[in-house]
């Protein structure tokens, strides 16, 4: 998984581990590591946890 605007690769291994430390942390926590990381690949995976979390 890669953003579009950098190098930065997450394997599907490192991807699950992300999603499943996500899938721990309250909602307001992972839209501050949205707010941070925009645009990164980590931020990709918050911005799906906030749509799944609804």
């Known amino acids: 998984m890669a953003s579009d605007d950098t190098n930065t ?3 599907e291994a490192n991807a699950r581990a ?3 430390m996500l899938d721990k942390l309250e909602d ?4 501050v590591i949205y707010a941070v990381l925009v ?7 918050a911005a799906e946890a906030m749509k799944t979390a609804t």
């Open 39 to 45: 645009g990164r690949p980590i931020a990709d995976l």
């Open 18 to 20: 992300v999603t499943l």
């Open 9 to 11: 690769v997450l394997d």
């Open 28 to 31: 307001h926590d992972v839209t």
